[in-house]
Antibody
Framework: EAQLEQSGAVVKEPGESLKISCKAS????????IGWVRQMSGRGLELLGM????????KYSPSFQGQVTISVDKSVNTAYLQLSSLQASDTAVYFC????????????WGLGTLVTVSS | EIVMTQSPATLSVSPGERATLSCWAS??????LAWYQQKPGQPPRLLIS???TRATGIPARFSGSGSGTDFTLTISSLQAEDFAVYYC??????????FGGGTKVEIK
């Protein structure tokens, strides 16, 4: 069964950085783009960007270009989302999600990682 | 960026009744439209792709229609487990996919 397992909830102070992970299993990791989606409390879904594990090709949504860094380690079937200089406004649940082959949509989701930024 | 607009923001429906949710795109997205269901504390779940194709395991009471800029998700007879938030998402504009703001379906 295909799954995406995300790292656990984290609490950080403003100015800190963090890297959350998304480990894939049950399918060929290098064949599907992985996207990262943010959901602030009580709000909708925002695509941050996506990466292709096969060649590490990365695309960022314009609003998040330069704000986040997406990476992958295909040797361990894991994608990463790095957030730097955290602010309270980065407090949200971050989901990773698998995209289907073209035409692309999200067919498999991780459970989400709650990031809380608070002093 | 293609802006997706959903209406209404909240829909109050009695169990067994029909629910009709709307989604509009600011530009033509052809049939590259997906619907997701999200329950509290859970990730979104794919319901519909290609504007009208149900995902694996999705009950037949869920149906999608539309193309271009106007789309509809219909739940023919609401069950208790259908009360949730529903999002539409366009995947026409690679790689800047966008979601609608969501429609919350609540018990009347």
């Amino acid at each position: 069964e295909a799954q995406l397992e995300q790292s656990g909830a984290v609490v950080k102070e403003p100015g800190e950085s963090l890297k959350i992970s998304c480990k894939a299993s049950g399918y060929t990791f290098t064949r599907h783009w992985i996207g990262w989606v943010r959901q602030m409390s009580g709000r909708g879904l925002e695509l941050l960007g996506m990466i292709h594990p096969g060649d590490s090709d990365t695309k960022y949504s314009p609003s998040f270009q330069g704000q986040v860094t997406i990476s992958v380690d295909k040797s361990v079937n894991t994608a990463y989302l790095q957030l730097s200089s955290l602010q309270a406004s980065d407090t949200a649940v971050y989901f990773c999600s698998r995209l289907t082959p073209p035409p692309y949509y999200f067919d498999l989701w991780g459970l989400g990682t709650l990031v809380t930024v608070s002093s | 960026e293609i802006v997706m607009t959903q209406s209404p923001a909240t829909l109050s429906v009695s169990p067994g009744e029909r629910a009709t949710l709307s989604c509009w795109a600011s530009q033509n997205v052809n049939s590259h439209l997906a619907w997701y269901q999200q329950k509290p504390g859970q990730p979104p779940r794919l319901l519909i792709s290609g504007a009208s194709t149900r995902a694996t395991g999705i009950p037949a009471r869920f149906s999608g229609s539309g193309s271009g800029t106007d789309f509809t998700l219909t739940i023919s007879s609401l069950q208790a487990e259908d009360f949730a938030v529903y999002y539409c998402q366009q995947y026409e504009s690679w790689p800047t996919f966008t979601f609608g703001g969501g429609t919350k379906v609540e018990i009347k």
